[in-house]
């Protein structure tokens, strides 16, 4: 990937409000990932409703219910207008208290419980001081809870189930003429503005929001 600059321009939007949507709890169904992007969609300021965006995400799981994975989500984002950006930092609570900064709608793939192998998805909507606010579509509206205590559903495990760890799907207005590279497997462009201004933030994988290859982001200077 290339060498970003190290001057950030201004951020990329004003921090967001981010209203609440439950997702819909039905057998075999797993809508966590449509009503995190319906939550973004509202807070960016066009809304869809959950029920279509769970049409064009879904997929089977490995027992047959449907789900969604983070990547399938990067591209509804992409495909509804925005920038999606999809990392696994090395130090994950600052990159996503940099991207809330930088208005983006932060969204993190975590387990559903400490040691379970499904993987779920919740918007963070701050993390300040040791403690973590999320709207978790499963369990409730801007529930608190300590990073330490969120860690052990969101860190890495040996055996990674569905959610290797530590990922997050930053969600942003798109940036034209921002900075961006191209996939060298899709070919496809990877938006680095947000990249760009989290700077050392960032570092750690940064995955294709299409293919979803992984780059490492080098060490900034
Ligand atoms: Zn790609």
Redesign the pocket.
Known sequence: MSRLSTAAPPALGRRLTIPYLAQERSPGVRACGAACLAMAYAALGRPEPAAEIWERIAAPDRRGRRFARTVQLARDAIRCGWSATILRPEDPFAALTGALEQGACVLANHRLSPGSPWGHFSVAIECRAGDIWLHDPLRGASLRQTTIAFDRCWAPLAEPGETIGHVLLAITPPEPGGLSDV?E????P?PLALVQQLRGLADGILF?P????GWRLSPSA
């Open positions: 996939c497997t899709c070919r496809q990877i294709c299409h293919c979803d290859t």
